[in-house]
């Protein structure tokens, strides 16, 4: 449905802009539920309206509670400090977006033409002027001011350097738990009021967070989202749709040329978190495994394995609805496996499991950066014979094809998690993280006694890992 509100500050523009504003953050479900109620208002039937209580019921608005869980995505720490401290070193103010890696870069360039300085040339020993240089451009400046703005300047170029890395994470991390919805403008996500609300919903139940568990993640596709899709017709943004969703029930409705686009921008997201992940790649890691080791950032390497995983499974699905997985006998590069923490991977072992078998076909392939950057060959024979080795369907467990459409799972509350655990009390949820809990890391010898207590409550409803040395 169209959104044609003569006003454009309406209670329901306001309700999508707030939907809206949840695609960049990390929003329960049922929270978003909560709005798309409000959105759809008058224009449900019962029985959409019952399907979406069922959620509803559960928001943060209703419930008058709260969750230890942040509501959004860490953001990269601006350059505002700099700014400041430069402002002051150079007696002069310029606009800037401290934000803004660009913004702060041109704000360097800007401060530093009063020196002779620019952000290519931010060498300490090699770029500075001497004396005779300072003199000939006529700067009346003591060598030691000098010097302190030449190294104010390359902490500006350096800070800006850094926030356009920290950017670029976080923009792949967003691509990887919720496709493109975060790139998605305001005005053509308020345009189309139906579209807009399965994008939010859906978005939504793409980023809860996983719990540690061996039965695998929950199917994001739940039947809210279910009904919110089924609301869409031939008159709807299925470009908008397709962000967030490239599966066939929603390729199916855009043309090949459009088919072809998200294809390339799945294509690009794919080389450049290739390109990331091998920069992080340490040769001693043992691929067999993939248990994190001390010094390891796994944080970042997962978040860009993520990103990885979720643009190959959109590119599989483009080439498919093209008729071109033809191109995989060329190349097929395989798929990113996370780092695991060791309590899991013995948890796994314990319970008469085994290392997920994607683990043996990733360590018996060619990494992924090095097929995409065409040094190594990897063709699709050679990862149907790695799966076959591991037991796998090479098309079935989305190696070779997009992995097949699952059922439609029942909505369920979020649960409250402490580093993937499942704690009964966002209070206690709170406080076992304050403490370190399950982190990996020693528990706060002052919080030990209160942890010990949340334990002995039964505060925890779900099974715990342990190390191999506790059995």
């Known amino acids: 449905m169209k959104f044609r509100d003569d006003n454009v500050r309406s209670p329901r523009w306001e309700i999508l802009a707030e939907l809206h504003a949840s695609l960049d953050r990390r929003h329960r479900p049922e929270d978003v539920a909560d709005l798309v109620l409000q959105a759809l208002d008058g224009r449900l039937s019962r029985r959409e309206r019952m399907v ?19 509501a959004d995505y860490a953001r990269p720490v601006g350059g505002a400090r700099q700014v400041a401290a430069a402002t002051r070193l150079f007696e002069r103010s310029v606009e800037v977006d401290p934000d803004d890696p660009e913004s702060l870069l ?51 170029a350096a800070k800006a350097g850094t926030l356009g890395v920290e950017h670029d994470k976080r923009r792949l991390l967003m691509v990887g738990v919720t496709g493109f919805g975060a790139d998605i403008a ?54 908008m749709i397709a962000q967030v969703r490239t599966a066939p029930d929603v390729l199916e409705r855009l043309t090949e ?26 040769p001693d890691t043992e691929r067999t495994t993939m248990v994190v080791r001390r010094g390891d950032d796994s944080t970042t390497w997962n978040n860009l394995a993520v990103a990885y995983n979720a643009a190959r499974a959109g590119w599989l699905a483009c080439l498919a609805s093209l008729d071109a997985l033809d191109l995989l006998d060329v190349a ?13 991977v013995h948890w796994h ?26 040094s190594t060959v990897c063709a699709r024979g050679d990862v149907e014979a790695a799966c076959r080795a591991a037991g796998l369907d090479p098309e079935r467990s989305g190696w070779t094809a997009p992995a097949p459409r699952r059922g439609v799972a029942a909505f369920r509350p979020t649960p409250e998690l402490v580093h ?21 890391k020693h528990v706060k010898p002052e919080m030990i006694a209160d942890v010990r207590h949340g334990l002995a409550a039964g505060v925890v409803v779900s099974d715990l890992p342990v190390q191999e040395r506790d059995r």
Not at 52 to 63: V, W
Not at 113 to 129: K, M, N, Q, V, Y
Not at 198 to 212: G, L, N
Request: with cysteine.
């Open 186 to 239: 305001l005005g053509r996500f308020v345009a189309d009021v139906d579209a807009a609300c399965f994008v939010a919903y859906y978005t939504a139940r793409r980023k809860v967070r996983r719990e540690f568990s061996l039965s695998g993640r929950e199917n994001p596709f739940d039947e809210i989202a279910s009904v919110l899709l089924g609301r869409c017709g031939a008159g709807n943004d299925w470009w």
């Open 52 to 70: 979406l209580e069922r959620a509803a019921k559960h928001s943060s608005r209703r419930q008058g509670g709260f969750s230890s869980m942040s």
């Open 106 to 156: 041109e704000f360097a360039a800007t401060m530093g033409s009063e020196i002779g300085w620019t952000p290519g040339h931010t060498d300490f020993l090699a770029d500075r002027l001497n004396r005779d240089a300072r003199e000939a451009a006529g700067m009346d400046l003591p060598k030691r001011q000098y010097n302190r703005r030449f190294r104010m300047l390359r902490r500006l």
């Open 332 to 344: 097929c590069p395989g798929k990113a496996m996370r780092l695991m923490a060791a309590d899991l």
């Open 349 to 374: 072992g314990g319970d008469g499991g085994d290392v997920d078998p994607d683990t043996a076909v990733w360590a018996a392939l060619p990494l992924p950066w090095e097929v995409l950057d065409g």
């Open 420 to 440: 993937g655990v499942s704690v009964a009390d966002p209070v206690w949820a709170a406080l076992l993280r304050r403490a370190g809990a399950f982190s990996g």
């Open 257 to 282: 040329q459009e088919r072809g686009r998200l294809l390339g921008q799945w294509s690009a997201v794919m080389r450049h978190s290739a390109e990331l992940l091998r920069d992080r790649w340490s």
